[in-house]
């Protein structure tokens, strides 16, 4: 018996890694966009700051989210979900009120979007809402607003 578990320890180690490794991929598959466009929140900073004219970022959390603080580069608060009735149901508005967004700031389908959430997950929705109907550079912050407090950059309350 104890040879037989000899050759099933090398065996259980590269299934439970095997595992981990699927694990891991979905987890993070749900940040991933038709564009395959991602910033980090740093990056997402400096690319606003050098160039705020001609880029756009927006918050797609829920405005009782961004009342604990919101990017400070952050144009526009346009929520994806919103709660109806105890049930969360996709803004119907969204597209319209990107589009008036991008319209007052002179800018259109081919101009760099960055969208934002609390971890990456609706922004990722967001950007594939954006990219079917279109839109070119739509950039996915894959940290969120979580990695935007981590790495202490300015917010606004």
């Known amino acids: 018996m104890k040879r037989l578990s000899k ?14 490794t699927a694990c891991g991929d979905l987890l993070s598959g749900n940040k991933k966009t038709a564009l395959g466009l991602y910033l980090k929140s740093t990056e997402a900073y400096e690319l606003l700051k ?6 756009i970022m ?17 144009n526009a608060n346009v929520p994806i979900f919103l709660t ?14 990107i589009e008036e967004h991008l319209k007052k700031k002179g ?3 081919e101009s760099t979007i960055l969208m934002i959430c609390r971890q990456g997950n609706r922004s990722a929705k967001a950007v594939d809402i ?9 950039y996915n912050v894959v940290d969120g607003v979580n990695g ?8 606004s309350f």
């Open 130 to 138: 954006l990219a079917k109907l279109g839109y070119k550079k739509v």
């Open 58 to 74: 927006f918050d797609v959390r829920t405005l009782a989210e961004v009342k604990q603080g919101t990017p400070t580069l952050a």
């Open 84 to 97: 109806q009735q105890n049930k969360v149901v996709f803004n119907k508005d969204f597209v319209s009120t």
């Open 7 to 20: 050759y099933y320890q090398p065996v259980l180690v590269l299934f439970l890694f095997a595992i981990l």
């Open 107 to 109: 800018l259109d389908k």
């Open 148 to 155: 935007w407090k981590d790495n202490n950059l300015p917010l």
């Open 50 to 55: 050098q160039d705020a004219n001609n880029n």
